[in-house]
């Protein structure tokens, strides 16, 4: 099955620092790749996505980058806020397995102020 | 506001107890998932459900079973519970590729 490793498991930045997070997987039928950010004692909610067609992603202060050759895929935030502070978890999936999860083990950012 | 909804939210229970989490939604999205979350270990799992007819196993089934009774409910039993089983556990459904989350069911086994 796949296998999604996640690194690092702790990242401390400094406000307005980037954070950049990196994840590798297994399976090279996966074609899914999305991120998802959980707050402490919430669910986790969906930030960014990446499908295996492309190599980049942006949103605002977010982007991940994809490289399939290599089997591994990045988070960047930019300009870090202390609201970023969180536990983010990469997965992978792909459409004959109805989409269904293999996350990494997760990181958990810590923005200072 | 169409949401994924799980029942109970805590729960104690002793070991070899029979126990059934429940999750419901009205979000009318097919596909249906069990995961479970143990710290350092991320979301793992456990069953998932393309539809009423269509059940899976997902990487951790060993120890747990689940009902698919209508294509908003997905229930996840643990017929026989362990101390090891004591975890968060989240419902999870999607129609296509972006999976929204229930609020989780938080498991203690004494």
């Known amino acids: 099955g796949e296998n999604v490793e996640q690194h690092p498991s702790t990242l401390s930045v400094q406000e307005g620092d980037s954070a950049v997070i990196k994840c590798t997987y297994s399976d090279s039928a996966s074609n899914y790749f999305p991120w998802y950010k959980q707050e402490l004692g919430k669910r986790p909610q969906l930030i960014i996505d990446?499908?295996?067609?492309?190599g980049e992603k942006k949103d605002q202060r977010i982007a991940v980058t994809l490289n399939k050759t290599a089997k591994h895929f990045s988070l960047h935030i930019t300009e870090t806020q202390p609201e970023d502070s969180a536990v983010y978890f990469c997965?992978?999936?792909?459409?004959?397995?109805?989409?269904?999860?293999?996350f990494g083990k997760g990181t958990s950012l810590l923005v200072t102020p | 506001d169409a949401d994924v909804t799980q029942t109970p939210r805590n729960r104690i229970t002793k070991t070899g107890k029979r126990i059934m989490l429940e999750c419901s939604q009205t979000?009318?999205?097919?596909?249906m998932y069990w995961y479970r979350q143990d710290p350092g270990l991320g979301l793992r799992l456990i069953y998932y459900?393309?539809?009423?007819?269509?059940?899976n196993k997902g990487e951790i089934s060993d120890g747990y079973s689940v009902s698919r009774q209508a294509q908003a409910k997905f229930s996840l039993s643990l017929e026989s519970a362990i101390p090891n089983q004591t975890a968060l556990y989240f419902c999870?459904?999607?129609?296509?590729?972006?999976?929204?989350f229930g609020q989780g069911t938080r498991l203690t086994v004494v």
């Open positions: 997965a992978a999936s792909r459409a004959n397995s109805g989409y269904a999860l293999n």
């Open positions: 990446i499908r295996s067609n492309v």
């Open positions: 999870a459904t999607s129609q296509n590729t972006e999976a929204f």
């Open positions: 979000k009318g999205h097919d596909r």
């Open positions: 459900s393309f539809d009423v007819k269509d059940i």
